[in-house]
């Protein structure tokens, strides 16, 4: 195989992740439209992830945030975005870099965006695959299911209201 000189997977990486920029900062300006939402996977050890102590602890390698009902003061930059969300009733800011995102799903559309993300751990990148990006459609429909189920079983959701949010899988509402 040749060689790729021009790194078309890193380019295409960067234009992945500019069309989560562009629908969070749509977001930001306008407000989630119609059913949309957003599950968005993170590295919480990544450069530039400013998170609590506590959030740190309690996931110390990744988290799933979820963009729906309860979220405040999102603000997006050409580098990353911040949000305001509550955890168990404790209010949080999270600064989350574009480059420390694994995933972004709107389950709404059945829409899934899926990054590699590189590591402060990695002792020698010439040595390390180049990263492919997977942009995951609606005919992708197991894949997207699997990582849906993955993500109830332990994502750092927002609690709605008082209370504490019930989760409610996916699969409750398809046809089979």
Known sequence: MADDHIRYDILAQEALRGVMR???AEVAR????????????FLTGAPGVR??????????DQMTIVIQFQYWDLKVTDAGFEV???FSD???????????????????????????????NVEDEAAAPAPEPIAVVPEKKAETKKKAA???????????GGKGADVVSLDAFRKK
């Open 22 to 24: 562009k629908v969070l």
């Open 51 to 60: 998170i609590s102590s506590r959030l740190r602890e309690r996931y110390p």
């Open 30 to 41: 306008t407000g989630l439209p119609g059913n949309h939402h957003f599950f968005i996977t």
């Open 84 to 86: 305001g969300l509550s």
């Open 150 to 160: 993955e993500a109830e079983k332990k994502p750092a959701v927002a609690e709605t």
């Open 90 to 120: 404790v209010p949080e800011k999270l600064e989350i870099p574009f480059s420390a995102v694994r995933g972004f799903y709107d389950p709404s559309v059945n829409f899934e965006l899926e990054f590699d993300v590189k590591t402060e």
